[in-house]
Structures are given as structure tokens and as C-alpha cells.
């Protein structure tokens, strides 16, 4: 077991943070984080989770393969910070870690189980298997920093509303959002994509800068995966 001072890395910046961040463009949005934590490495990585039932939540598979230890993070009524350990994870089999560089599709989802339960406060999340399309205006939202490079703006929840685009014309696997000095940023994986307030996908990847193009892994097709992953946790989530 991990002592409480490794940890420092990841909870420094967080506890340091000031309230102003997350998310490139976007606004803060207390309103939305009720089905929303944070996934801490040891390392001091920092990604967003998605709640789906009591000790259940969603994430990027990229925020969970590696070797290093994990917990779920959250502040308590007293704004502490909350850090959970867990009793099981599952990485989607069809992640591939070197998907970027290798310009291959990746499908960048990961379930973690969290060792006791997330206070009652939290809302599981609803998910959709809807298909978004070019054009469609879709919400993405996350506790990622306001620009790259600077840790000490993560940790405030906020979304920002993009277009949806097809670069490579219509995709069953992922969805991307077009760049308009909005988006995702470090901190963002994991993150919820919304249509009409339900989930359709999670936040993966970001082209180039912060606030770039940000790709999302669409649920509906990997409805089954999550689905058999939950029910052996006793789990079922909330599909619309």
C-alpha cells in the first residue's frame, strides 16, 4: 500500500488549485459534477471519472492501463480531499496504447471499482447510445487544467459546448469535436460527452495544443463490454 506522501504529486496541485479552471474555453459547472470524480496515479496523473453507480466508475483506458497505482478522488462537504483506493479495474481489450502513435483507432475506456462506497451525493450518470453526427452541437465537460503545462488548474469541473466533426468521415468507434480555442486539455480524459445530458461518449485525446481538436470514444458499440463488466459488480447502468 502506497503511503499518503506518494500521493503528493497528484493532491499538491489540486489542494493548490485556484478556482478559475479546466476545460479551454469553457465555464465552471458545480451544477454538473454530481456524476463526476477525479482518477489520481501515484505518478501524479490526473484524469476525470464518471460515475455509474456506487462504486463504479468509467473512465479513459489510458487513465488506468499503466503499472501505477490508481485512486478516485473527490473533496468531501468540508472541501478535504478524498482519496479512495480500489478492489478492481478493467481496461478495455480493444485499448491500444500506441493507437496514436501508430494512427491506429483505439477504444480508450476503462471501469474501476472503488474498494468502499462514493458518498450517496453522488448522481450515477445517464448514458446514451445515440450516434452524433457532423454539425450536432454536443457538451464536453471534465476537471482538466485551462491550458497546458499548468497542474495548479486542475480540479474545478467545467464544460464547453462544440460542434461535432467527421475528419475521416462518420465512425461507429469514436466522435471528435471541432477546435474553436475550446476543448480539452490535461486533466479532461475520462470526461463526460454530452448530448441533451446524457453521456455518448468519453473524452480521449486531444490534437495538438489544449483546446484543440478533442476525440471521444462513443458508448452505444461498447454497450455489452460495460454492461457484462458491471453486472459482475452487481452494477447496472442507467442507458436512456
Known amino acids: 500500500m502506497l503511503r499518503g506522501c506518494q500521493w ?80 478492481a479495474r478493467s481496461v478495455h481489450p480493444g485499448y491500444d496504447a500506441g493507437a496514436i502513435a501508430g494512427r491506429r483507432r483505439s477504444i480508450d475506456l476503462a471501469l474501476l471499482r472503488t474498494a468502499s462506497p462514493l458518498p450517496a451525493r453522488f448522481v450515477p450518470a445517464r448514458l446514451s447510445a445515440a450516434m452524433p453526427r457532423t454539425g450536432e452541437n454536443l457538451t464536453l465537460a471534465g476537471y482538466g487544467a485551462v491550458r497546458a503545462g499548468e497542474a495548479r488548474s486542475t480540479g474545478t469541473f467545467r464544460r464547453v459546448d462544440l460542434p461535432v466533426v467527421e475528419p475521416h468521415g462518420p465512425s461507429r468507434i469514436l466522435v471528435w469535436l471541432k477546435a474553436a480555442a475550446a476543448g480539452a486539455c490535461q486533466g479532461d480524459s475520462g470526461g463526460p460527452i454530452l448530448a441533451d445530458g446524457s453521456i455518448v461518449a468519453v473524452t480521449a485525446w486531444v490534437g495538438g495544443a489544449c483546446g484543440g481538436v478533442s476525440q471521444g470514444v462513443l458508448l452505444g458499440p461498447q454497450r455489452a463490454w460495460i454492461d457484462r463488466i458491471l453486472a459482475g459488480w452487481g452494477v447496472s447502468a442507467r442507458w436512456q
Open 8 to 87: 503528493g504529486a497528484a493532491l499538491f496541485a489540486l489542494v493548490a488549485s485556484t478556482p478559475a479552471a479546466a476545460v479551454v474555453g469553457g465555464v465552471e459547472a458545480p451544477e454538473a459534477a454530481g456524476s463526476s470524480v477525479m482518477v489520481l496515479s501515484a505518478g501524479g496523473g490526473v484524469c476525470t471519472g464518471i460515475v455509474l453507480g456506487p462504486d463504479a466508475v468509467l473512465t479513459a483506458g489510458h487513465c488506468a492501463a499503466s503499472g501505477a497505482q490508481h485512486r478516485v478522488h473527490f473533496r468531501d462537504e468540508a472541501g478535504q480531499p478524498v482519496l479512495v483506493e480500489l478492489a
